[in-house]
């Protein structure tokens, strides 16, 4: 079946750091990724996402590339704030959109 | 405001005595799911619908039941609820199958 693996962490760097979560994927056919964030006693909030190979998705400063070739889908900021210390999801949705699946989720702490 | 609604937030229960999440969106969604978080494993989804009196089952359906009379309305019901249910509780929506998911702001559920 579909499966998603990310860095558990928890991540913690300082504010202006560059970030990296690494997400990879199984998956038959062609399915749409997504980047997920949860910040704290909320639900989870679309991120950003990219529906087909070499698409890259971006928002807030946050960028990921579908790379079909090592099925991967890495989530960058170059410049992290305090305001970014979430939990963050990698996920995909199968072709039908029937199941989406979800990573463990990677805590990110920004420190002043 | 388009939201996607649940309650109740926190709920304490004991085993055996059957509960109901209630679910609501206003965006006239088509597609629905339940999700259950627990630590290490991300979000595993537990059942989801396609549309009104269409449902099935996700990865971890065993123990819930949920049914789909309405479109805006997707209940969460445990006949008989087990400790083993002690979760954090998610419903999403997105319009149609495969596009983003719309996340509720979560119910703790804990069986004693």
């Known amino acids: 079946g579909n499966s998603v693996t990310q860095m558990e962490g928890p991540v913690t760097l300082s504010e202006e750091a560059f970030l990296t979560i690494n997400c990879t994927y199984t998956?038959?056919?062609?399915?749409?990724l997504f980047w997920y964030v949860q910040y704290p006693g909320e639900g989870l909030q679309l991120l950003l996402k990219a529906t087909k190979a070499d698409d890259k998705g971006s928002n807030k400063g946050f960028e990921a590339t579908y790379r079909k070739e090592t099925t991967s889908f890495h989530l960058e900021k170059g410049s992290v704030q305090v305001s970014d210390s979430a939990v963050y999801f990698c996920a995909l949705s199968d072709n039908y959109g029937q199941n989406f699946v979800f990573g463990p989720g990677t805590r990110l702490s920004v420190l002043p | 405001e388009a939201q996607v609604t649940q309650n109740p937030r926190y709920l304490i229960t004991v085993t055996g005595k059957k509960l109901t999440v209630t679910c609501s969106q206003n965006?006239?969604?088509?597609?629905m799911s339940w999700y259950r978080q627990d630590p290490g494993l991300g979000l595993r989804q537990i059942y989801y619908?396609?549309?009104?009196?269409?449902?099935d089952k996700g990865d971890v359906p065993e123990g819930y039941k949920v049914s789909r009379k309405e479109k805006r309305n997707f209940p969460l019901i445990l006949e008989s609820p087990s400790p083993n249910q002690t979760s954090l509780y998610f419903c999403?929506?997105?319009?149609?199958?495969?596009?983003?998911?719309?996340f509720g702001n979560g119910t703790r559920l804990t069986v004693t």
């Open positions: 999403a929506s997105s319009i149609r199958d495969n596009s983003p998911l719309h």
């Open positions: 998956a038959t056919g062609y399915p749409s």
């Open positions: 619908s396609m549309n009104v009196e269409v449902t």
């Open positions: 965006m006239n969604h088509e597609y």
